[in-house]
């Protein structure tokens, strides 16, 4: 079992709230990633951070925003949340190898 | 867009019987990873295989890759009950390149 975390494991919140899905992880990995994922379909990449002070988006648009001032944490960031938001998030991390390590996950549901 | 295709999409299989699952994917790789998840869960990293590899195994997990057809598959021996999971294969182009993962195959095995 990675040392990777992620909270919350499920949030279920209202169309406009501003929300922030936390991700932070023990192994001392530079490159962290966040994808999104809708039950039984594909992951999609939709930021990353190959270290401090280091975000790109991936290669689906999202409204979402990244931060990286720490080197094990990774938070992201919903300013107003809507149902087209709804789906799971994963957070994952890389070290030198190309492996990367995942968190279980929040599910979250704009309702 | 390099991302891997798996079929079949799902599989349905009893206890004791071998899985095999398979990726295509579209552009040159470095190296392709299978990784398993369980229901509602985060992904867990089975085994890499990297483009100068045709066969490699791993406990009861046999992965081939065959770089000329751009596909891979990894075969499950004596499955169980415990291997009913959803199975993705992500390639890796190397370099500062992330990974692009397939939509998966979702296998069944029952007692």
């Known amino acids: 079992e990675a040392d990777i975390y992620q909270t919350p494991r499920y949030l279920v919140i209202g169309t406009g709230k501003k929300i922030t899905l936390e991700c932070s992880q023990t192994?001392?990995?530079?490159?962290m990633y966040w994808y999104q994922q809708d039950p039984g379909m594909e992951l999609h990449l939709i930021h990353y951070s190959y270290g401090v002070n280091s975000t790109e988006k991936g290669d689906l648009s999202s409204e979402s925003t990244v931060s990286r001032i720490r080197t094990e944490h990774f938070p992201l960031t919903l300013e107003s949340a809507r149902p087209s938001h709804t789906s799971q998030y994963l957070c994952?991390?890389?070290?030198?190898?190309?492996?990367?390590?995942f968190g279980p996950g929040t599910r979250l549901l704009v309702l | 867009s390099q991302q891997g295709e798996e079929d079949p999409q799902a599989l349905s299989i009893q206890e004791g019987e071998n899985a095999t699952m398979n990726c295509s994917y579209k552009?040159?790789?470095?190296?392709l990873q299978w990784y398993r998840q369980n229901s509602g869960r985060g992904l867990v990293h089975l085994i890499l295989i990297r483009s100068n590899e045709r066969e490699k195994h791993s406990g009861r997990l046999r992965v081939t890759l065959d770089t000329s057809k751009k596909s891979s598959s990894l075969l499950i021996t004596a499955s169980r009950a415990a291997d009913t999971a959803s199975y993705f294969c992500?390639?890796?182009?190397?370099?500062?390149?992330?990974?692009?993962f397939g939509k998966g195959t979702m296998l069944l095995v029952s007692p």
């Open positions: 192994m001392g990995h530079d490159k």
């Open positions: 992500a390639t890796d182009a190397g370099g500062y390149s992330t990974l692009t």
């Open positions: 552009t040159s790789i470095n190296n």
């Open positions: 994952a991390s890389s070290g030198t190898g190309e492996t990367q390590y």
